[in-house]
DNA sequence: CATACTATTTATCATATGATAATTTACTGG
DNA sequence: CCAGTAAATTATCATATGATAAATAGTATG
């Protein structure tokens, strides 16, 4: 790299005016540049995992790469803030209140979430960050399927339950969700084959979200259905 | 990495007898040292991803660095070769019999179907290397979503208009296949779960396909319905 | 305006990594 | 058994990369 910043160093001497200097060295508050370093890193780990390098994110950040020392300790933490920066501040709390309103069936409501819900996460840069993640065996990514499940999904299965005229029990057994997870799952499929891989999928996010939701609602019924006419 | 090699040269005259030498240079045939090598990317490179360094593969396949050049130019030549290892081979040709033998429910058919083909990709190597392809941008796994899409999910569709008694017609609409890919997505990231991220979930592989499968099959009688209904 | 504070840069290290050249050693055919 | 061929190793390069120490330069305060 010596050879690459050399002739840089060289050619400054030679620009005609000094009053525009390509970078005048911007001074910064501590939480400014610190976000300003996390944006970048961000970028960047989305683009080509976190084997991003350092001097990669500096310069995408516009600062030299020892300064980012001053900031993080090591990559490691840096890489601890890319995730809270991620992961965090995806769940509006409204949500929650809005899962629970009987006043619109559970196909309505979660129809509505899902739509809102998928304009966080159907993004080029949360769908790699979380995929890199999840590979990276990060706990991060744990605690947010840990978020999805508590939630969406068991508030989905008791929502449903109940719209069925079924048990209103509390606790939700490992098989109820596994129906939400498949539909979920499927959801998130949808997402990494329409801005991961690029494919020409349906682009009408609502339509899927529909046929998510039938599918599930109508296995759940059919699954009553078969429980009542058994006995 | 000369300290960690340098050891065990010591080491060998030292050894008491000759019969049973660290690594006495095992002279291979050019195609079994080229799988050989080509196993130990595909076992580093799903763990870490294709980031993983070339002296690692060496280190596992039990040879040193260098000869890896003799049988790949580079190292990115020797992802192509993963790639292939990986990719290719996982389709059983009597699938694509099966798929059509009317003989059989769409549901039994594609439920011995995906219990199969799950002993093939639920696998964490093969999970972890597609998802890192697919991260990379590599064609390869656009290419292997089109064999999906054409091998399984379309004779999938064409079999339940089928089996619901619709047109025979063989074009299938982007929007009949996305029930599909739903399902097969939530299968998909049932894998995930399961062997990647190893959270806690249900073991009855062939359950959850059912339950997958009974999502699709529902789904696409209900819509059947609808439009019958609605004249 | 001088001074102190600290953000920022320059210079540098140790190691890791992809890749190549030269040397050595194992197997095989005559 | 010996020589030639090719497999395998040793030595080495150039660059990339995470990280640190010392020097420099904005900015605010007295």
Redesign the pocket.
């Known amino acids: ?5 050399e002739p840089e ?1 060289v050619n ?1 001497p030679q620009s005609l005016s000094n009053d525009k200097p390509p ?8 939480d ?2 610190m976000q300003e370093i996390v944006q970048a890193a961000v970028e960047l780990f989305s683009e080509t995992g976190f ?8 310069q995408r950040a ?17 890489i601890e803030a890319v995730y809270e920066k991620v992961y965090l501040d995806r769940w509006n709390p409204e949500w929650d209140i809005a899962l629970v309103n009987r006043d619109l069936s559970v196909k309505e409501r979660f129809q509505r979430f899902y739509e809102e819900y998928t304009l966080t996460i159907f993004d080029p840069v949360w769908l790699r960050i979380s995929s890199f993640a999840s590979l990276r065996n990060a706990q991060i990514h744990d605690w947010y399927n840990h978020v999805v499940q508590e939630m969406i999904l068991k508030p989905l299965v008791r929502e449903r339950r109940i719209e069925l005229g079924g048990s209103t029990e509390f606790l939700v057994s490992k098989e109820e969700l596994e129906a939400t997870w498949l539909m979920h799952g499927g959801l998130l499929e949808y997402g990494m084959r329409r801005f991961i891989l690029e494919i020409d999928v349906t682009n009408d996010t609502g339509a899927v979200i529909s046929q998510a939701l039938d599918m599930y609602l109508l296995l759940t019924q059919a699954q009553l259905d078969q429980r009542q006419s058994q006995g």
């Not at 516009?62 to 840096?78: A, H, M, N, V």
């Open positions: 790299m010596d050879i690459k910043s160093v400054k970078t005048p060295r911007r001074r910064l508050s501590r400014a540049r084997d991003g390098s350092t001097r990669d994110i500096a516009g600062i030299t790469q020892p300064l980012l020392y001053r900031y993080f300790p090591s990559k490691e933490s840096l």
